[in-house]
Structures are given as C-alpha cells and as structure tokens.
C-alpha cells in the first residue's frame, strides 16, 4: 500500500541553525501538507501545498518556515534559523477523497 | 473552547469493553473525521462522516454526528488491547480541493489487558 515517507525519523540541532525535513507523499496526491505536534498536544496545521505554490498558511508557518517541492517527488519543509519552541513532531500529510494520509513523522529536538 | 475537543482526555477501560471518545466542534462543517494514533508514529485515519449523515459504522467502530450540537462521538466495541493509542477527531469545513483538516486535543485510550 502506498505511504507517505518522512526522513529524517529523529532530528537534533543547536537553536538558530536551519534544518530541512524531507517527505515523499504518495505519488498520485495533489495536495500536501505539514501540521506539528508538540508534546502531548494537539495537531496544528502548518502550510498547504498545491501545484507547486502554498494554498494556506496558519500564524505558525511565519518567514522562518519554508516549503518546496524541487522535484516530482519530494515535499520539504525549512526553518531557516531554529528555536526552542520548534521542538516538536513535524508531519507530512498528503491527501485522497477528503482523507489524510500522514508519514510517520520527523521529531526535532532544537537544544 | 477550540474547534475540535475529545472528551475525555484520557480513558481506561478493561478489554472488551466498550469505549465513547466525544468531540466538540464550533464551526459548520462538511465532515467529521476520526483518526488514531500509536505512540510517536503518525495519524491514521479511521472513519469519515459527512456532515449530512448521523451515524456511520466500520467494524468495530461507530461513529455519530449531530450537527445542532456541534458534536460527534466515536464508540468502539469490544476493545482490544491494541486498541490503546490516542483518538482524534478532525473537522473539515470545505468541500473537495484545498481541505485544512483542524485536529482536536485527542484522547489517550488505555486499554487493559
């Protein structure tokens, strides 16, 4: 069955470096998606993603947080300058008739 | 309260009993979803019911919906140890294209052995 894969699974780095979270969503979706969950906490939305530009944003996703797709299959998400507060899972999510389907999730540790 | 809240936030039942997650939501919608998730690993999607439907069933789960009082429950039957993960309902307000799914604060179900 297809899936949505995420790379890295785990991802540590010093507060003010940029990191770059990678997502291969399944091959047929045309929208895609990052939400975040900090733990024990609830799902919150980041950005939408359909052809090739951002459909939505939340107040998160501010000018620090990227999105790209640079080629046919990979959907990428960059923090350009980290913080405390970014720590949590990050998912990507691709969708089919109205259903998410999410990849296993990068977890980022910012120290 | 925010768009999309179970009750309760935690739950624990003995197997093979039944468990009722609730959801509360403020907006209208298209349609309700409930998704499961395991410890560390991501969502899964478990049922969907559309905002013009009042009850749907998928095996061992049920799913109801009553759109005057903005809630939804999710019931699952005869439970199973694997069934110990975290349940959340996700609202939908748009309709094809472009949809922002908005997840609830989830409940953790513990089910003992």
């Known amino acids: 069955e297809p899936e949505v894969t995420q790379t890295p699974s785990h991802q540590v780095t010093q507060m003010g470096q940029e990191v770059i979270l990678r997502c291969v969503p399944i091959?047929?979706?045309?929208?895609f998606y990052w939400y975040r969950q900090i733990l024990g906490q609830k799902v919150e939305f980041l950005v939408s993603f359909y052809n090739n530009e951002i459909s939505e944003k939340s107040e998160i996703f501010d000018d620090q947080f990227s999105v790209e797709r640079p080629d046919g299959s990979n959907f990428t998400l960059k923090i350009r300058s980290t913080k405390l507060e970014d720590s949590a899972m990050y998912f990507c999510?691709?969708?089919?008739?109205?259903?998410?389907?999410f990849g296993s999730g990068t977890q980022l540790s910012v120290l | 309260s925010q768009q999309g809240e179970e009750d309760p936030q935690a739950l624990s039942i003995q197997e093979g009993e039944n468990a009722t997650m609730n959801c509360s939501y403020k907006?209208?919608?298209?349609?309700l979803q409930w998704y499961r998730q395991n410890s560390g690993r991501g969502l899964v999607h478990l049922i969907l019911?559309?905002?013009?439907?009042r009850e749907k069933h998928s095996g061992r789960l049920r799913v109801t919906l009553d759109t005057s009082k903005k809630s939804s429950s999710l019931l699952i039957t005869a439970s199973r140890a694997a069934d110990t993960a975290s349940y959340f309902c996700a609202t939908d307000a748009r309709n094809f294209g472009n949809e922002k799914l908005t997840f609830g604060t989830g409940t953790r179900l513990t089910i003992i052995p």
């Open positions: 907006t209208s919608i298209n349609n």
């Open positions: 019911i559309r905002s013009n439907e």
């Open positions: 999510a691709s969708i089919q008739n109205e259903k998410l389907f």
């Open positions: 091959s047929n979706h045309l929208y």
